[in-house]
């Protein structure tokens, strides 16, 4: 078992070493990201522990927090600069995109309110 512990904190520390090289832009995003997944998980617990009355409302609010740190995470994908898929895209287009697509999801979302 000791051999297990080693392992997983050997892992651990090789993962922090290679994210403290991440740019900061990006871990800006991740912030982002496991800030929206969050609040999408908050509101699952909550609706377990009072009930459901409103359920397109919780619909909305889970589909609008999982929604955006979907197009969060495309964002990051397309500002990373080691990708090189998308090393012609400037990043204000990158963000521009994720703007006009976040604009579009919550007007579905508005929608779906009724």
Same mark, same amino acid.
């Given at each position: ?23 900061? @832009?990006?871990? #800006?995003?991740?912030?982002? $990201? #496991? ?22 409302? +919780? ?6 927090? #999982?929604?955006?740190? =979907?197009?969060? =995470? ?5 500002? @990373?600069? /080691?990708?090189?898929?998308?090393? /012609? ?5 990158? +963000?521009?995109?994720? =703007?006009?697509? @976040?604009? $579009? ?5 508005? @929608?779906?309110?009724?």
């Amino acid at each position: 078992m000791p051999r297990a512990t080693s392992d997983a904190k050997l892992l651990i520390q090789s993962l922090s070493k290679a994210y403290a090289a991440t740019p900061t @832009n990006l871990k #800006i995003i991740d912030l982002y $990201v #496991i800030c929206a997944v969050a609040t999408a998980l908050i509101q699952v617990a909550y609706m377990g522990l009072v009930g459901s009355f409103p359920f397109n409302s +919780f619909l909305s609010g889970v589909l609008s927090c #999982i929604g955006t740190a =979907v197009l969060a =995470v495309c964002l990051r994908i397309q500002v @990373n600069k /080691d990708n090189k898929e998308f090393k /012609d895209l400037p990043p204000e287009r990158a +963000f521009a995109d994720f =703007v006009l697509c @976040n604009l $579009v999801l919550h007007l579905v979302i508005m @929608n779906f309110l009724g």
